[in-house]
């Protein structure tokens, strides 16, 4: 009987630690400015947070805009704001018309994450967003702009 509950309970114990562990994940959420709850953040095209990340106040994070402007590669570093709640941030626009994602590069203690959010005039584009574990690469962001449908997202 002892034998029988331990095999009962041996994957119950191993769903439940996956599942507290995969609850730490550290990984950005995006949203419309409106999610911030700042009335700083009313322009931004999107806010974000961070989540699994224990002090939130320590992860290092940047953002670049990487577009395509008159069939030319263009990059430029954003300024990332941080709003009145901890791990909760916004990038204002500061590019010019063209084909853009704004990446997201995060770091907390040795995790890292890291986002491609394409934008739009009228804002980010969640279904085109893609999220990963490390921090994007080049080829990974290629690939984002190159998917950019004709004329860009509307």
């Known amino acids: 009987m002892k034998t029988a509950k331990c095999l009962l309970l041996a994957p119950v114990a191993l769903i439940c630690a996956s599942a507290v562990a995969s609850a730490q994940t550290f990984t950005f959420e995006i949203g419309s400015p409106v999610a911030a709850q700042d009335f700083r953040f009313k ?5 974000f947070r961070t989540t699994g ?17 008159d069939s030319g590669r263009r990059s430029m570093t954003l300024k ?22 704004v990446i997201l590069k995060g770091s907390c203690g040795g995790a890292q994450a890291g986002a491609i959010i ?14 990963f574990a490390h ?13 950019f449908p004709e004329g860009g997202y509307k």
């Open 80 to 101: 990332v704001a941080p709003s009145s709640k901890p791990g909760v941030y916004g990038v204002f626009q500061q590019w010019d018309a063209g084909r853009w994602a």
């Open 43 to 47: 322009a931004a095209p999107f806010v």
């Open 53 to 69: 990340c224990g002090e939130p106040q320590k992860a290092e994070i940047s953002a670049t805009a990487q577009g395509i402007v």
């Open 135 to 147: 921090h994007p690469t080049e080829g990974e962001i290629d690939a984002a702009l190159k998917a």
């Open 118 to 131: 394409p934008v739009g005039p009228k804002g980010f584009v969640r279904e085109a967003s893609k999220f």
